[in-house]
């Protein structure tokens, strides 16, 4: 995989991430869907819940990809695009759950830059050259 197969990877995720995030925002602003869950130490759990399961995601799933480039297979490629454009949007669909639960748009929206979170984590350690 090379620097920019991971540099476009990465920015498409992020793509994703920010219109999933922007989606949720219209459902809760349009009021499409109410607010689940009123109580804040409801929400404080689903964010801690949410957000813990997020970040605990990032180690594994970089050292997941990082195995699959040490594979012989010639097609690996393309399954490692995948990965790690689903690995960078992911970080984002915590963010919509919470969202559309909740209603708290600005703790959706610290969530959802976990995204960016995997975005970085992934440029710094996932291999340039498989």
């Known amino acids: 995989m090379s620097q920019r197969s991971i540099i476009v990877s990465n920015f498409l995720g992020l793509i994703g991430a920010g219109m999933l995030t922007a989606l949720s925002f219209f459902i809760v602003a349009s009021a499409i869907i109410p607010p689940l869950v009123v109580r804040p130490i409801f929400v404080g759990m689903i964010f801690l819940f949410l957000a813990t399961i997020s970040i605990a995601e990032i180690p594994l799933m970089i050292f997941s990809i990082r195995q699959m480039t040490n594979s ?37 929206a610290f969530m959802a830059t976990f995204s960016l979170v995997r975005f970085i984590s992934a440029m710094l350690f996932v291999p340039k050259q498989a």
């Open 72 to 108: 012989l297979n010639p097609n690996i490629k393309y399954a490692l695009i995948l990965t790690n454009i689903g690995f960078t949007f992911f970080g984002s669909v915590y963010a919509a759950c919470f969202i559309i639960l909740t209603g708290w748009l600005w703790l959706g």
